[in-house]
């Protein structure tokens, strides 16, 4: 018996030793990132539920330099997507919808896009144009817009969807918002009360609701404000700096982002969706199925989760968000119920969560070469690599110029300045990747090769 017990000791504390190997890594992997100023926020992992490393980075507040902690809110970006597709399922087990409606149902004013779904606007199959750009070259931008200027917007200009519906992935802000719209038609009730009353309340998520800062500004305490950097490097607000300003105008627009949230109420939503709390199991089956396109071509996008297999790590259903001053993410390895959530409130990346995943994994880390030397290009060549490169079918990577700097930006997420290293390679400040731009006997560029955390993916120029 003694024996027994002996050996079931060293094996507990072999497991014990191991896990805390883990955390030691992963805690020195983020205490490495926040010295560098590579990271500024919350970090929380879980395994079946148990937090097993839980810490945070930086200040919430630079001006009266107020430190973050567990209960620091942050902005979600396009994370919030997933509580808007989950509005819909709700009212689609209510009976107030279906997935199959046309949108004109519920918004008439959009009526020219008779053959779009709402099916097809929760898996980013919808084809519609970018709100975003409208605005800029159609809207107002020097008022606050909220969704019914969208719509109000659209029905004036009348812009013909990119693709026949339902025939293409293409990752869709616009679409989300006009979610947002749905829900309020379907449910008699606005966007925000109807997330805090169906999904909030009932996961006693405490620290979670929509806000618009600066349409309807109030006091929150432990509210993390988002910071940029400017020319200088100096943290400032996205409101006072003139590549990030937008935020100002587009801040009423719901549904695509603006929910608030913490680690902490993450991991509450994250274990509901074990459950069938919220919706029967065969709806989360829904959730977490990416469709597969007339063409047989599969899509690896549910309803407000990216869902992919790996050999390594099963079934991972996750979602990242960018806007400016806040970078988020959250990770459901569903096969083996381990979380990760991060949310930051600095103008940094997230090229570090494929390490984190190693490591919480008990693999080694990838390391990449962080050290470039910038060199000058003329304009015209710069100009070269202006387009739009597909990662994957209808997740366009676009490169664009502005004022003498090229940017990179993916879908739903701000963009980013790229630098020259060579005639072809650019590395990005905000994260350790570069992009190696690859051209035909004629010149002409044809394809970006995106390097980072030891992966590359390769992205053909379609525009």
């Known amino acids: 018996m003694k024996k027994i017990l002996l050996l079931t000791l060293l094996s507990y504390m072999g497991i014990a030793n191991a896990q805390d190997s883990r955390i030691q890594k992963i805690d020195s992997l983020f205490t490495s990132l926040s010295a560098k100023q590579e990271f500024n926020g919350n970090v929380l992992i879980a395994e079946k539920g148990n937090v097993i490393y839980k810490k945070s980075f930086g200040l919430r507040d630079e001006t009266k330099k107020l430190p973050l902690d567990d209960n620091s809110i942050f902005e979600l970006a396009s994370v919030s997507k997933q509580f808007t597709a989950m509005g819909i399922v ?6 107030k919808l279906k997935y199959d409606d046309p949108i004109a149902k519920y918004i008439p004013e959009l009526g020219f896009y008779n053959e779009i779904t709402v099916r097809q606007l929760l898996n980013h199959t919808g084809g519609l144009p970018d709100y975003m750009q409208l605005i800029g070259t159609k809207g107002d931008t020097t008022k606050i817009n909220t969704n019914k200027d969208i719509i109000t917007l659209f029905a004036k200009e009348k812009p013909a969807a990119d693709f026949t519906p339902g025939s293409k992935f293409d990752y869709s802000n616009t679409g989300y918002a006009l979610l947002a719209s749905i829900i309020e038609k379907a449910s008699g009730t606005t966007y925000a009360d109807f997330l805090a009353d169906n999904i909030f309340k009932p996961l006693k998520m405490n620290n979670t609701f929509v806000y618009t800062r600066r349409l309807a500004p109030k006091k929150i305490d432990n509210y993390a404000y988002g910071y940029v950097f400017d020319a200088n490097h100096k943290k400032i607000l996205p409101d006072n700096d003139p590549n990030n300003n937008y935020v100002i105008c587009l801040d009423g627009i719901v549904g695509d982002g603006t929910v608030n949230s913490t680690t902490t109420d ?37 309803f407000g989760w990216m869902v992919n297999k790996s050999d390594d790590y099963g079934k991972i259903a996750n979602h990242s968000g960018g806007w400016p001053g806040y970078v988020t993410f959250i990770e459901r390895e569903m096969d083996n119920d381990k979380t990760i959530i991060v949310l930051q409130n600095n103008e940094t990346g997230l090229s570090f969560t494929n390490n984190v995943r190693r490591l919480l994994y008990g693999k080694s880390p990838v390391i990449v070469k962080d050290t470039h030397t910038e060199i000058t290009l003329k304009e015209d060549q710069l100009k070269s690599f202006v387009g739009e490169y597909e990662l994957q079918p209808g997740y366009n ?67």
Do not use: C, H
Request: proline letters at 5%; aromatic letters at 10%; glycine letters at 6%.
């Open 90 to 95: 709700l009212l689609e087990q209510k009976g």
């Open 397 to 463: 990577m676009a490169i664009t110029f502005d004022n003498g700097q090229l940017y990179t930006q993916l879908p739903g997420q701000q963009k980013f300045p790229i630098f020259p290293e060579s005639e072809n390679t650019f590395f990005l400040k905000v994260v350790k990747a570069q992009l190696v731009f690859e051209k035909n006997d004629k010149g002409s560029v044809t394809t970006a090769i995106l390097k980072q955390n030891g992966n590359e993916m390769a992205a053909k120029k379609v525009k």
């Open 266 to 302: 993450l991991l509450k939503w994250d274990r509901a969706l074990y459950t069938d709390k919220l919706v029967s199991k065969k709806s989360l089956e829904l959730v977490f199925t990416p469709p597969v396109l007339p063409d047989n071509e599969k899509t690896n996008y549910g």
